[in-house]
């Protein structure tokens, strides 16, 4: 027969287990559903990638060419607009930077090479020759960025996105209104209007392409339940063995 001590032992044991399957099994009623909801919530895919980080580059670059334009421009109306084009891209990089930080995304830092060759250029000229090159640079690169940000708006699964796409349309509509408003134009440098899929080596190719086949950054809801009942099922049991022990 075994001492009384060595019986209440086992049984605290007993009891011990039992007490923390429970809690693992409450846990899991509390934690897993609310994992079940919140993945599904980032659906990032190289579209979205494509708009965050074409949105945060144009801010990179366009605000210094701005603040370029405000003080060197030769015309009033695009010291006007510079200043305007600068001011507002500071929002909508605030814009981009809290929507990545959101995400769960990583920006870049630094203009692209392309872009540091223009702020050179426009720092390197000065009157009629400096508006004309700000105008040009400027509207040409709006003019790629406007249909990445519709082919994301149209297909991105994100809200945050979304939004952000809905809010750089904006900006950059109003942005290409005002450059035209200087006069300095020249349509016939303008690449000609196509539709996206003639366009396979743009912004636009990038966008579309990751709509359809980019790799997505959330976790099934399927899978999260299924992981979550089955883990329900393991605990119920492993509980009822032990409890039947006892």
Same mark, same amino acid.
């Given at each position: 027969? #075994?001492? $009384?001590?060595? +019986? !209440?032992?086992?049984?605290?044991? !007993?009891?011990? !287990? ?23 919530? +980032? ?8 708009? $965050?980080?074409?949105?945060?580059? #144009? =801010?990179? %670059? ?16 695009? !010291?006007?607009?510079?200043?305007? @084009?600068?001011? /507002? ?5 605030? $814009? ?21 060759? %223009? ?6 000229? *000065? ?21 990445? @940000? ?22 950059? =509509?109003?942005?290409? #209104? ?6 300095? &134009? ?8 196509? @539709? ?11 966008? /579309? ?6 790799? *997505? &950054? ?8 299924? &992981? ?17 022990? *006892?």
């Amino acid at each position: 027969m #075994a001492p $009384l001590d060595s +019986v !209440r032992r086992r049984r605290g044991h !007993r009891t011990h !287990r039992v007490a923390v399957l429970l809690v693992t099994f409450l846990a899991g009623l509390v934690v897993l559903p609310g994992m079940a909801v919140a993945a599904p919530g +980032v659906q990032l895919n190289a579209a979205d990638m494509t708009l $965050l980080n074409g949105v945060r580059l #144009a =801010g990179l %670059w366009e605000m210094p060419a701005g603040t370029m334009a405000a003080e060197k421009g030769q015309s009033a109306r695009v !010291r006007e607009v510079g200043a305007e @084009i600068a001011r /507002q891209h500071g929002v909508l990089d605030e $814009l981009v930077v809290q929507a990545a930080n959101k995400l769960g995304a990583t920006l870049p830092t630094d203009p692209t090479t392309e872009q540091k060759g %223009w702020l050179t250029e426009m720092q390197n000229a *000065s009157g009629a020759q400096f508006d004309q090159i700000f105008v040009t640079r400027l509207r040409l690169a709006h003019g790629k960025i406007f249909p990445v @940000i519709g082919a994301v708006r149209a297909s991105t699964r994100d809200n945050t996105v979304r939004k952000l796409a809905d809010e750089a349309n904006k900006f950059v =509509g109003d942005h290409m #209104a005002m450059l035209e408003s200087t006069g300095l &134009v020249r349509w016939q440098q303008m690449p000609p209007a196509a @539709i996206p899929a003639a366009q396979n080596d743009s912004l636009v190719a990038a966008a /579309q392409a990751g709509a359809a086949s980019g790799p *997505s &950054v959330g976790v099934s809801t399927t899978v999260v339940w299924a &992981v979550f009942l089955l883990a329900l099922g393991a605990g119920g049991y492993a509980t009822w063995r032990v409890m039947r022990r *006892s």
